[in-house]
């Protein structure tokens, strides 16, 4: 392992604590070579942070275990950390009931699309691209507040499962091969993949998505409440539910500091067509069972202008290189 050849003094007293860190947990001091010597300039970086890096500094925080394998127990770099956990969920979860089958339905919001990973890690990344502080604090306090749901949810699935094996349904879910315990992966036993997050580096189009993930996070739990009779389970996942609208409700007043739902993301702006509504959708006999015409505000007149017949506004000429 090498420190990166940063000029930056900051920069590399960052790194340099990342390299203690990744260190300490996985190297042993038996092995010299384990870190590069540090330079003066990191070292006194270092001391002024007070990161305690060797162990002869610290003679009571080296513990060895049998195997061989040391762990070297670092103080904090500041005087709190980024994150940490405290075992105490947000909200009671006690499970009345083992049902591996609902344990499975659960996996949706642990590691699927509209899961608490998700939320958490889509939040969390958005937080660093958005330069309205109020709304970069409020990201960060969701994300957080979505890792205590993730756990609430982890909780549930592993009490829904306690001593299943003895039950029929267990061999019929995915528990059965890939062991207790929740997975991440989602209901179906689709592994959990970053293509589920969204993370535009325009705070007005993350916002939009996010009262979108909520919505289905919502309606996640909505199903999972109508699917079971166990008052713990519909207590606990109340509770998320309700968490979510809150979410989505904060976004919604975030995306109100901004414009409102209408605010633009991007830079660019739109051309002279944005008020125009296209009838595309024609010929509706609602007594045959294929739909109506309908109007609604969204292509009102006044506001909008409504093509009734725009097959020839949008039959223009196409033209391309050598046309
Ligand atoms: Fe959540
Ligand atoms: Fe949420």
């Known amino acids: 392992m090498h420190y990166c050849p940063a000029d930056d003094l900051g920069m590399v007293g960052l790194l340099d604590d990342?390299?203690?860190?990744?260190?300490?947990i996985t190297q042993t001091p038996e092995n010299p070579h384990w870190r590069a010597a540090p330079r003066d300039a990191i070292a006194e970086s270092r001391e002024a942070r007070r990161v305690v890096t060797r162990p002869e500094q610290t003679p009571n925080a080296h513990d060895r275990s049998e195997s061989g394998i040391s762990r070297w127990i670092l103080k904090p770099a500041r005087e709190s950390l980024m994150f940490a956990h405290r075992k105490k969920p947000l909200f009671p979860v006690k499970v009345g009931e083992v049902n591996p089958k609902f344990a499975q339905k659960l996996l949706e919001q642990f590691g699927g699309r509209s899961?608490?990973?998700t939320a958490m890690t889509e939040y969390f990344v958005q937080s660093f691209a958005c330069d309205k502080p109020a709304i970069r604090d409020m990201l960060l306090d969701i994300a957080t507040e979505e890792i205590g749901h993730l756990e609430m949810v982890g909780l549930m699935v592993e009490q829904l499962l306690r001593g299943?094996?003895?039950e029929s349904a267990y061999e019929n879910t995915l528990f059965s091969m890939m062991g207790k315990g929740p997975q991440f992966c989602d209901s179906?036993?689709?592994?959990?993949?970053?293509?589920?997050?969204?993370?535009s580096g325009d705070i007005v189009a993350d916002l939009k998505h996010n009262v979108s993930a909520e919505a289905g996070a919502k309606m996640a739990y909505d199903r999972l409440i109508r699917q079971t009779d166990d008052p713990g389970c519909k207590?606990?996942?109340?509770?998320?539910?309700?968490?979510?609208?809150?979410?989505?409700?904060?976004?919604?007043?975030?995306?109100?500091?901004?414009?409102?739902?209408?605010?633009?993301?991007g830079t660019v702006k739109p051309e002279a067509e944005l008020n125009t509504y296209y009838n595309l959708s024609r010929d509706g006999r609602g007594d045959q069972g294929i739909g109506v015409d309908e109007r609604g505000p969204w292509n009102a007149e006044g506001e909008w202008q409504f093509v009734d017949e725009p097959e020839e506004k949008l039959s223009a000429k196409v033209e391309g290189p050598g046309a």
């Open 115 to 117: 899961g608490e990973f």
């Open 164 to 166: 299943a094996e003895r």
């Open 18 to 24: 990342l390299v203690v860190v990744a260190s300490s």
């Open 188 to 199: 179906l036993g689709n592994a959990w993949t970053s293509d589920w997050i969204r993370a």
């Open 235 to 265: 207590e606990t996942l109340n509770y998320l539910m309700t968490r979510e609208i809150s979410h989505q409700r904060m976004f919604l007043k975030a995306l109100d500091t901004l414009g409102g739902i209408t605010a633009m993301e």
